[in-house]
């Protein structure tokens, strides 16, 4: 690895004249790209030399230290300094360390919203040694039983609001001996340990490292959940080294200890627990939680807390743009955002209407083993190829046959990479420097994202599931998500989890879900082409609670078509592409369409008037 270090400051020495005559329109940006990327290797190798063992956690006593009474998170009218976040966490640490079911460096997951409690129970059980299952808030029943048991975890903290929830899946985990713990004062339900009152209670005297001491760098440190292109969702393994990376990446952002950063997106997915609250704990900035985006408070929010640093992913920039205009809103101090999925025309709409602000845009993913940054600026792209970058972390786009689901393959077996300003795959090797860790308790999703025989036989990619496109300027642009998942409202809904449940519901033999695109909409909306068993019929409201108990409300189809068959391809993977182009035009299908409507509480035919009121924007989804 100190090889890689030496060899970028070798290749540096000459790098003028080199890239003067390849890259020489970009020189500038480039040369700064390769600024970072030294930077971050050498504050990633100063920590890895370092003895003891250095972590994240590691990151944020250093900065506890440094600065102990700075505002480290602001919720609502409460605020935490680094202090304060630091002994609040002790606590917890010693509440749970009384729970005679649990042991350090047990898997714990956590099932929470953005509040501060996530935030202390996150570092009590890194001081602790345990590894984190962060699981969406949104999930219910069925899903919230499988991620929780795909970690392993023999403990369950819970936020006081999603109580129900857990009653609802008690019984199977208190039959797998799972200590539940609730962050109230009191709890009355047999099973289920009220958690604050042990926790004020409790010292909040510094917690000894040995506990600790068992950690290393391939130990797990969170499971960040995804919904993967089949099935119910994956735990995707993040490790002490990774977090490690993320902290160094970090450093690079632009974002210092004098900022305040509004985070507004879930913790318990990647944007914002690493670019968020790791982001936080590497520069020693206010971190102002929000528990959810609300377009309408947005602003005020950063006018309020003094923000400067924004997150944001596609979908929040498309409402932020579409709240009525006001006088106010250029009066502001946030500089930069940081996120991802944003298209050119809301990119440019933004900076039009709220004035200057540095956006950085990002690419990557929980599991992959790959990323981009912006480092240009230019509107619409997620960054750019760039020489060392793919030294480093090669990767590629190669063709992709939509119809079949899967690359195409040439003569040899080989894939076939995608020509300049044409979209195709993104595929990133596997190599020691880009590990690809793969989901807990899940070999066979691992294996399917793993990309055998792409350039030559025997190598192995990762198949990030990306259409991307590369233009004449080496920009590389976001195109699309493959086959079976789609984006909707900020989630990656996966289509067969959605149809698995469909099809256990009384009337419904087979269904078919995919995503279709709703003018003024970012991502899509699912729509589900479904038959029905013998001599039933469609009961609108009876699917409607089935869905209702079943999905989070992001994942519920919007619309249901009926047919007579499922189409399947030659290969029997059903037919999708077409239903995705037919759309949900009563004028145009045959079949009888439903709509979900949650006034009614079922589904109701969709009439030609609301399918015109969708078009206009009128009726919103
Ligand atoms: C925001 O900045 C203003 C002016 O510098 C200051 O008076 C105010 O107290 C700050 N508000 C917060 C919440 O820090
Ligand atoms: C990390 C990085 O280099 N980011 C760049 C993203 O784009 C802006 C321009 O909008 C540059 O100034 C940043 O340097």
């Known amino acids: 690895m100190d090889l890689l270090l030496i060899s970028v400051v070798l290749v540096s020495i000459f790098l003028p004249p080199l890239l003067l005559r390849t890259l020489a329109p970009h020189l500038w940006t480039d040369l700064l790209y390769l600024r970072d990327l030294v930077r971050i290797l050498v504050s ?22 440094a600065r102990p009474h700075k505002a480290f998170m602001v919720f609502g009218a409460e605020s935490f300094s680094f202090s304060d976040t630091d002994r609040r966490s002790n606590q917890v640490s010693r509440a749970l360390q009384a729970q005679p079911g649990y042991r350090p460096g047990d898997t714990v997951a956590l099932f929470m919203g953005n509040e501060p409690a996530f935030v202390f129970s996150w570092l009590a059980l890194a001081k602790l040694g345990s590894p984190v299952a962060l699981l969406n808030s949104n999930i219910r029943s069925r899903s919230l039983l499988h991620c929780f048991s795909c970690c392993r975890a023999s403990v369950l903290i819970a ?46 005297a510094p917690i000894p490292r040995s506990l600790r001491s068992h950690v290393t760098f391939k130990s797990p440190a969170v499971y960040i959940y995804t919904s993967g292109t089949t099935g119910l969702p994956k735990a995707a393994v993040v490790n002490q080294n990774r977090l490690l990376t993320a902290l160094a990446v970090l450093s690079t952002y632009g974002v210092t200890s004098e900022d305040v950063k509004y985070v507004n997106l879930p913790l318990y997915h990647t944007a914002g627990f690493l670019v968020g ?22 602003w005020d929010d950063c006018r309020k807390y003094n923000v400067t640093v924004v997150q944001y ?3 929040v920039m498309r409402y932020l743009c579409s709240t009525p205009k006001k006088d106010n809103d250029r009066d502001h101090r946030v500089r930069l955002a940081i996120g991802n999925g944003v298209r050119a025309e809301i990119w440019r709409e933004f900076l039009h209407r709220f004035g200057n602000i540095r956006i950085l845009e990002f690419y990557a993913s929980t599991e992959g083993n790959i990323g981009f940054l912006n480092f240009t600026g230019k509107i619409g792209a997620v960054g750019r190829v760039h020489f060392f970058h793919k030294m480093f972390f090669p990767f590629t786009l190669v ?33 020691e420097i880009a590990p690809f860790e793969g989901y807990a308790q899940n070999e066979q999703q691992t294996e399917k994202k793993k990309l055998r025989n792409v350039l030559r036989k025997g190598d192995v990619y990762f198949n990030t599931g990306d259409l991307m496109r590369i233009d ?32 256990i519901s009384e009337c419904l033999q087979e269904a078919n879900v995919y995503g279709v695109q709703v003018p003024g909409h970012e991502g899509r909306v699912g729509m589900a082409a479904v038959t029905l068993k013998k001599d039933e019929e469609f009961d609108g409201s009876k699917i ?10 992001y994942a519920r189809p919007r619309f249901i078509r009926i047919q007579s068959a499922v189409e399947v391809t030659a290969t029997f993977k059903q037919m999708k592409v077409k239903l995705v182009e037919q759309g949900f035009d009563p004028g145009s299908i045959h079949d009888p369409l439903y709509i979900l409507d949650d006034g009614a509480k079922s589904y109701v035919p ?3 008037q609301s399918f015109a009121s969708i078009g206009s924007g009128r009726m919103k989804l």
């Open 313 to 315: 992913i596609g979908e």
């Open 606 to 608: 969709l009439s030609a």
């Open 44 to 65: 990633y190798w100063g920590w890895r030399r370092r003895r003891p063992p250095f972590f994240v956690l590691d990151r944020f006593l250093e900065q506890s230290a």
């Open 277 to 298: 609250l790791i982001g936080s704990v590497q520069t020693g900035s206010t971190m102002v939680l929000k528990r959810k985006f609300s377009a309408s408070q947005f």
């Open 544 to 553: 409607y609670n089935h869905v209702v108990n079943y999905l989070p409300s």
């Open 399 to 431: 063709k992709y046959d939509t119809e079949r689901d899967e690359p195409m393959r040439d003569s040899d077996g080989l894939c076939i990479e995608s020509a300049k300003g044409e979209t195709g795959l993104l595929v990133s090797k596997i190599t």
């Open 472 to 503: 004449e300027d080496n920009f590389i642009y976001f195109q699309d998500r493959v086959g079976d998942t789609f984006r909707w409202k900020g989630e990656n809904v996966a289509t067969t989890e959605v149809a698995d449940i469909l099809s």
């Open 159 to 204: 936020a006081e609001d999603l109580k129900e929830a857990v009653e609802d899946v008690l019984p199977s985990l208190m039959d797998q001996g799972v200590s539940v713990l609730l962050m109230s004062k009191h709890s009355d339900t047999p099973g289920i340990q009220s958690f604050w009152d042990q926790i004020e209670e409790a010292s909040d």
